[in-house]
């Protein structure tokens, strides 16, 4: 018989920041026998994005868990088929964002898919028969890139699809194509019923089994959340939630300071979370940032992506990476590579006791991504400048 943490109507706010830390898998020991693959099926999500600096979201997500992973065996944990049936990790949707998912949660993405089909407008146009065209290609040669069926872009404009584009994403959206590998950064597009295995290639779940599911998974994913929390996770509507919640098998609990309800997955009530934090640069697109307000609410740590505001507008730089130490926020960094050397841009550092945190998230990221040096150029606070170069200097002596 399990014992509740405390009474599931209470958790001071520092329970529910453990309690989500551990639910990301960034408080305790790491799964480093499930991998990569443990990562995924723990989140249940994780977000796909184009900007590459020390290396792209999907990589820095696991890496962010587990440490100094071999950046090719990620690629391999998320698009290197399983045993000698072929039978895919993993397919790309949208789930928060353009995401990697399960491949064992395709059946749960029906209602999505069946939305995207009765959508009434699209921003591109689809230009007659090459929808059916797109299909046939891929039906008679086997899985291609939107380059081999056609062409991806009619311009150099990242905006201006080609028809060709338009089709198999459209197609994607719709569940009849998938993608479940990448080469080069390329989607490689396959017929969804070549690609899912037999048993999960089904949209027999109604709307509401399909949401009831996503917002378990969301509130695994979380520990515990809020309504908004747990909808953004999977960006479903306020609404959806609402309708499921009750019988999604989460638990209502009150946390201190939050002021609003939540529920909680009562695995997470079961024990106290404890274990060794993780000290780690994370993505800007990690998981356990997504929801802006929530970081705010638990962490106390205001969290921008300012890579797509004008230069001169950014207060701390592009591809802004929180730094995480002692299951708390205490800095941020702007990262680039020149050549072997790590290039913090720009640095923020809550206070002179993050230092040493912050040194260590960099000089661990540089020797992943097989720098050998660091060079700071701003720190945000001058004066924590030459303590932070001395704590570098030192761990990478």
Excluded at 224 to 234: E, L, M
Aim: charged fraction near 30%; proline fraction near 6%.
């Amino acid at each position: 018989m399990t014992t509740l943490l405390r009474p599931a109507a209470a958790l001071s706010a520092d329970d529910a920041r453990r309690i989500a830390l551990r639910a990301q898998g960034l408080l305790g020991a790491p799964d480093r026998r499930s991998g990569v693959r443990g990562v995924l099926r723990h989140l249940g999500a994780v977000q796909l994005d184009t900007i590459s600096v020390l290396a792209r979201s999907h990589e820095l997500v696991p890496y962010a868990r587990l440490g100094a992973v071999g950046r090719g065996s990620v690629e391999s944990a998320y698009w290197k088929p399983d045993g000698p049936d072929g039978r895919p990790r993993a397919f790309e949707y949208w789930s928060h964002a353009a995401c990697l998912l399960p491949v064992e949660e395709w059946p749960h993405f029906a209602f999505r898919r069946r939305a995207y089909r009765a959508r009434p407008h699209w921003n591109h146009q689809l230009p007659d028969g090459v929808y059916d065209q797109v299909v046939k290609q891929l039906r008679t040669e086997g899985p291609l890139t939107a380059t081999e069926l056609g062409g991806a872009k009619k311009t150099s404009d990242w905006w201006d699809w080609s028809g060709t584009k338009v089709a198999v994403e459209r197609a994607l959206m719709y569940g009849e194509v998938v993608c479940v590998e990448r080469r080069g950064w390329k989607r490689v597009y396959d017929l969804a019923e070549r690609a899912i295995p037999d048993d999960l290639l089904h949209d027999d779940l109604d709307d509401t089994e399909c949401v009831r599911r996503l917002v378990r998974l969301a509130g695994e994913a979380l520990g515990v959340g809020t309504r908004a929390d747990i909808a953004d996770y999977h960006r479903l509507r306020g609404e959806q939630v609402d309708a499921v919640i009750a019988d999604s098998g989460l638990v209502p609990v009150e946390v201190a300071g939050w002021g609003r309800p939540a529920w909680a997955d009562p695995a997470a009530l079961t024990a106290p979370p404890r274990g060794r934090h993780r000290t780690t640069l994370l993505s800007p697109f990690d998981s356990l940032v997504w929801e802006r307000a929530r970081t705010e609410r638990i962490f106390g740590f205001t969290h921008r992506l300012e890579a797509y505001v004008p230069k001169p507008k950014r207060v701390h730089g592009y591809f802004v990476m929180p730094v995480l130490s002692g299951g708390r926020l205490v800095g941020r960094v702007d990262p680039a590579r020149e050549g072997r050397t790590l290039v913090a841009r720009q640095v923020g550092v809550e206070n002179a006791k993050a230092v040493p945190a912050v040194a260590r998230a960099l000089t661990e990221a540089a020797t992943w991504v097989d720098c050998s040096d660091v060079r700071v150029e701003r720190v945000d606070s001058p004066e924590l400048r030459e303590p932070l170069i001395r704590e570098l200097a030192a761990l990478l002596d």
